[in-house]
């Protein structure tokens, strides 16, 4: 507590029900409540064993925290606190709490909560638990040296503390660092207790610090980790993925645009077609973004890859009933500090997708998203998904295993498009700092839709294709002649 | 279909009066002009099937930029649109030097849509506007031919060739999104406005011709083309001696209103009433005055009083008017007629005076297959369709021999006004070959004693005297016709065997030679497969994304549309070639060496500089090859720096390769060309495939550029501009000290050292 200045956390609840809500985290974390800066959260906890694993295996950094916590006041407790500093929080994506030994109970809810900034988790009889927090840190690792030449390697750097950081005394605790590779040339060596010499202890593409024993609350110890990272670390910083839902033509048409930027080291030298068409044939290891896979959706059709100036030919789309997967190239390989904005869509059958509940009452189960999968990860760092519900759509309500802390915004509103009068409705929901570890989240939204609504439509159309006709007939029989023979 | 005078009901016969009705017949003619309206935009969607929905070539991209500009800023902002990032550093006036017809028209298409809630892409629109109206040329054909014949047959013939010829689609697929796009069905519309004006002497028609002159002016520049065939036309007719009210109500209606809907285009201006080319319109309106005047005395004169007064008044009039004419071009107020004018009464002179003018390829004289390849069996029934409006020559008939005169003229001049033939080619040959099917066709042979043969889709009676009145054969001998069946057979079979030849041949060709978009190239891969070519987009998407806003680009403006179009960069020439001084500066930048070159685009404020390059592939449209033209036009302004001899060989070749002339391998284009292409092979195999030479081993050295981007297959390189060195030396120095060597002492100059003062 002491040390970390500037320190959020997340409120956990075991009870109260899954609320499909906004959490409000829209720009650089934006709490729901505000806690007084004379708050201390109360030493109620002890972490009786607590694992931190650090995964730096993709462009970003996943970090696990498994405890176990152990209640050391007398009353039930209903709140634990993790502390962020307000940079991490800033670009913490998904943040999730799961019970490791009872995986059904799910009924967690995480809150980002300000104290100045500070925070709050709450959660109700906790007596001894153990928890897994799974946090996501957006992908904005520091690629020193800043510009390297189109053939070398690129380096990541990481820093964070060998001690997890807690406000609560850790009886043991350990830190584990996963690395995509051997290739470390820089890591932060820090004096041991135990029978180890120094932390960390290197074995392959891990580096393990501790276990240390008894940490006071608050404690940290800074550590930098420089590693390879030969691999593009793709950013997407605007994604926006609409879902257009036809129930006249069966049809789900899905289409995303995507901001995409390189992250990692820009080039010292300007580009040479010579040296790339050679490293591709020698070793086609770089840190160019050159392909990108979207495994979609068995049943997926018609897709299409286009940028701001037309079709883009280097595409392939294979769909068959195993899979659909559409491969991509852009136009050019995407080095780093590159950027290259493009679109893709597709269509599928809206039978593997929407259901009739009871009646009138629709559910839509899609993919909340649907972006590469890479072996390298694939961030982004705002997603606007749209679904477009028929034009008469009502009471829209929807639920998403999107970990609610990354959701900014949600709005439901109308859109006017191809022969609407009314317009459509449109459930819109802005998040921020994912992944493409979300990709198999999905979104579940459930509307009414009535007969007399589907048929609006038609009659439009036909009410004013025949008023047309109707008064071309009778404009022809008006005389507009001056003389009458 | 067949005569229906006959008493047995045949089955033939059932069908033919089945075919009598009115209501039916006129159902028919719909559908088939719906069918041929198909036809015509079907025919033109090779290349989106093939490709996809994208814009064509190169002043297509400039028109859809300016589309999008409108769309976006409004009709007024678009008429004030002054254009800053192209010809940098002047800019452009594009708003005043523009035709904005076809604009205005997508943009109206657009909002239309757009209000009836069919939100199109304005790409799309863009894309399939010249598809859209090559229908209604088709339609605007059959009205115009049934002015010239009673046959309907004709213009349902004329509509269908005009849809389908190869001579109007190669200007007209899917993607040319240029002003010939709307501007062939206005100027078909306009002269059967023109025509019905002409025959019925209405005001009405006359106005409504004026009305879609003024449109026709408004889209394109070859609009001059209608404001001399119609005062031709008119004079022809008086000279014939057919002067009549008609004439005179319906030409004076149509210039006076015409001109005025002319001079409200900002480009046009005053031009009609200050430039050569629009004299002949202002000189026939002051003759038909003259003309109307005369009638009027003579009708008031006797004989010898209004011979003396026509010699005396007629012969004033004329010498004042001449002198009037020749006083203000002299003093400035008329304009001579312009270069490209001149060139198409002199062939060579472009080559000669305006070498930007004679660069272009669509500019050169034609060839003569050409002819064939654009329109077919269409060229030889032309002058049988010409001839039959010799036998019946009214009003229109001349207006279509005069048409055909003039056209096929300046279609031999150059090979762009291929396209302003075409239409009386259609409507000539459908003339043609419907007389011919109507003969052939009827299944009742004629009876002695009728007065002869064909044409169902009249009646008897006014048949009779269309016979009697119209055709010389029958005038000579009333009762010849078609007995034998094998002759119709014969003759209608070969005729049906033509027209499915020109159908597969205007099929093949806008297969073959219309629907490339010039923009990606398409390869066949081994297995036959399709391979797209993308080079040009891969560059203009990567300059797009990865340059500054406004990082200018110096390229040879065959490119500049492109450029501003994909690349949304500021260019310093484009395709508008207002300024040939400026294009001259990149063509001297381009064609000499380095320490020349730097310093103007350092004055140029350029900071990246494109070149297409087909080496690597066997791209010839490359710009090598096109080099001798930059060479050319910066002679023309420069001849004392830039010199053609010198980058040809003594012997008088033009070479690349190692016995290139010093001049070409120090020239900045041969440089940006093969700058590291050698690399590409192994040591003594480096070829360029173009011109089909081997390349010397080491390759030239380029010190005030870098290479920033070169596209897979090479056709674009990309350079930027270094900026000047930092420690302050010239860049070959700091080039030769970065490559290792030493520093010269020669470059060592020092002036005496002296106390820095701040």
Redo the contacts between chains.
Sequence with gaps: MKSIAACAAALLSLISPIVTADTNVAGPSVSKATLPSTFKPPQVFKNANLVHVISLEKNFAKEQINVVVENDSKEPQDEYFLPFTSQQMERVGGFEVKDRKDSSLTGFVVEAVEYDPFSTIESDCLRRSHLRLNRRLASRLDTPPAAIQQTDKQYLVYSFSAYCPSIYTTVKQKTEVKLPGSDIPEYTKIASSGDVKEFPQKSGAKLTYGPFHEVPAGAVSPVKVRYEFTKPVSHVTLLERDVEVSHWGGNIAFEERYTLYNQGANLS??????KW?QSQYFNPNSYALKEMKFPLRIGSTDAYFT????????SRFRSNKKEASLEIKP??PIFG?????FTIGWNADAKYFLRQKTGDSYILNIPFLEGPKQPEGFGYEQVQVRVLLPEGAENVKFHTSIPESSITDVVVDQQ??????IGRTVLTIKARNLHDDFRDRDLIVSYDYTFAASLRKPLVVFGSMMSLFVGIWLLSKVDVKLSSK | MAVASASDPSPMQVLADFGKSKSLRTLLRVLILCFIAGAAVSSRLFSVIRFESIIHEFDPWFNFRATKYLIANGFYDFWDWFDDRTWHPLGRVTGGTLYPGLMVTSGAIYHALRALTIPVDIRNICVLLAPAFSGLTAFAAYLLTNEMTTNTSAGLLAAAFMGITPGYISRSVAGSYDNEAIAIFLLVFTFYLWIKALKLGSVLWGALCALFYGYMVASWGGYAFITCLVPLHSFVLICMGRYSTRLYVSYTTWYALGTLASMQIPFVGFLPVRTSEHMPALGIFGFLQLVAFIYYIRSALSGAQFKAFLFVGLGAVFGLALLALVAMTSAGYIAPWSGRFYSLWDTGYAKIHIPIIASVSEHQPTAWPAFFFDLNMLIWLFPAGVYLCFQDLKDEHVFVVVYALFGSYFAGVMVRLMLTLTPIVCVAAAMASSQLLSTFLSVKSPKVKDPAQEDVTDSLSKKTKQNAGGSLRSANSPYVGVYSFLSKGLVSGIMTIYLLLFVLHCTWVTSNAYSSPSVVLASRMPDGSQHIIDDYREAYQWLRQNTKEDAKIMSWWDYGYQIGGMADRPTLVDNNTWNNTHIATVGKAMSSSEEVSYPIMRQHEVDYVLVVFGGLLGYSGDDINKFLWMVRIAEGIWPDEVSERKFFTPRGEYRVDGEATETMKNSLMYKMSYYNYHTLFPPGQAQDRVRGVRLPDTGPVLNTLDEAFTSENWIIRIYKVKDLDNVGRDHAAAASFDRGHKKKKATKKRGPRALRVD
């Design positions: 030298a300007l580009f040479n077609r010579v068409a940028d701001a100036i037309g079709n883009v030919s280097t136009r050019y500090g590159w950027k290259y904005p006017k498009t191809y022969l609407d009068t």
